[in-house]
């Protein structure tokens, strides 16, 4: 349950952050304001970016906690070994490419998320003329596209994105047919639909975040 619950949150988020990050599409100023909407939200009522960090927190719950999850159901698979069908035949744990993929695709992303943090928020991997956000007259301007942009025009930056989007893409595919299972759905119809409504909303944000590194490259956004 736990796996499936925090599956769930953060396809959730993966979603939204990818419409987020489509702003790049309409221009900096769109992106750009679209990053300050995210740190001014919810002020004065509540401090910069409150509803920002609270949000981090709950990412990086659910994120030990799928971590935890994985690595107990992973403990049990191996412990429990391979089954046999009715007709003697071995049928493995990892019957399916995107369940097989499925620890190293974890580790893909994780290590991807560590170093887009640390590449296009904190700033600390080389993004090329890296711009933190400035304060001028009392308002604030952010440099998300522009930071976006620079990091992007990286070779070695923009494949090592795409390649975790793939990662990431069947790693989703996987984890919404999981969480079906664990969730206890089972009529058949229903499955059908929340495979197929998991397995495309995998491929958009698959395909969409992959668009983002190939537009800069190919210099559609620049």
């Known amino acids: 349950m736990t796996m499936a619950v925090t599956g769930i949150v953060f396809i959730g988020y993966v979603a939204v952050h990818m419409i987020g990050n489509l702003k790049v599409y309409l221009g900096a100023d769109s992106m750009n304001d679209y990053a300050g909407f995210l740190r001014e939200l919810l002020v ?13 927190v709950v ?27 009715s007709r003697g035949h071995r049928v493995v744990w990892w019957r399916s490419f995107t369940s097989r993929t499925m620890p190293t695709s974890g580790i893909v992303i994780g290590a991807f998320i560590v170093f887009h943090v640390l590449d296009l928020t904190v700033g600390t991997t080389g993004a090329g003329g890296f711009r933190h956000p400035e304060t001028i007259g009392g308002d604030t301007r952010y440099f998300a596209y522009e930071n976006l942009v620079a990091g992007f025009q ?27 299972n664990d969730l206890g759905v089972t009529a058949g119809r229903s499955r059908r639909v929340g495979w197929i409504v998991g397995t495309v909303l995998a491929a958009v944000v698959m395909v969409g975040n992959i668009s983002i590194p190939l537009a800069v490259m190919v210099g559609v956004v620049s």
Do not use: D, K, Q
């Open 154 to 180: 990286r070779p070695a930056v923009a494949v090592f994105y795409i390649i975790a989007m793939v990662f990431l893409g069947a790693h989703l595919m996987h984890g919404a047919w999981a969480a079906i």
């Open 59 to 85: 990412l990086i719950v659910c994120l030990v906690g799928h971590i935890g999850a994985a690595w107990m159901l992973t403990r049990r698979a191996r412990a429990a070994g391979a089954m046999r069908t």
């Open 44 to 56: 004065p009522l509540l401090p910069h970016e409150s509803v920002l960090w609270a949000l981090r």
